[in-house]
């Protein structure tokens, strides 16, 4: 069993890297050209993988990028077949990874919250 997962890592891990290439220098589609693949999940039997990706795009243009990567979704999944020699390439399904958005805003909540502090705190006030 261990074995067998660490394989679906490096799978997982060697789709990504393939994909984030074919992105950068195989797809032309101007919607997806600031997309950054973040992770990938293998299903065990490899038969389906689900792609974190972000993209500098705005939340207004994000159904563009979506759009985008599901007009190349067979192109991509083609060339993954072509560039991995896997038994089974996998269906691919493209997942917006909220997390680095998330993170950026809890990064601003607590700056302002710090900021604040020090407003509220002055530092030369007797305590």
Do not use: C, W
Not at 10 to 32: F, G, M, T
Not at 46 to 75: I, M, P
């Amino acid at each position: 069993m261990p074995k067998n997962f660490s394989r679906t890592l490096r799978i997982a891990d060697q789709i990504q890297r393939e994909l984030a290439d074919l992105l950068q220098h195989e797809i032309k589609d101007p919607r997806v050209g600031h997309v950054t693949i973040t992770a990938v999940e293998v299903a065990r039997d490899y038969s389906f993988a689900k792609v974190f990706y972000t993209t500098l795009a705005n939340s207004n243009d994000r159904f563009l990028v979506e759009n985008g990567l599901e007009h190349a979704k067979g192109f991509l999944r083609s060339n993954l077949s072509h560039r991995m020699k896997l038994r089974v390439t996998p269906q691919l399904q493209f997942v917006y990874d909220e997390s680095i958005e998330r993170g950026a805003h809890l990064s601003k909540l607590i700056e302002d919250a710090i900021a604040q502090d020090k407003l509220t705190h002055h530092p030369d006030s007797d305590h």
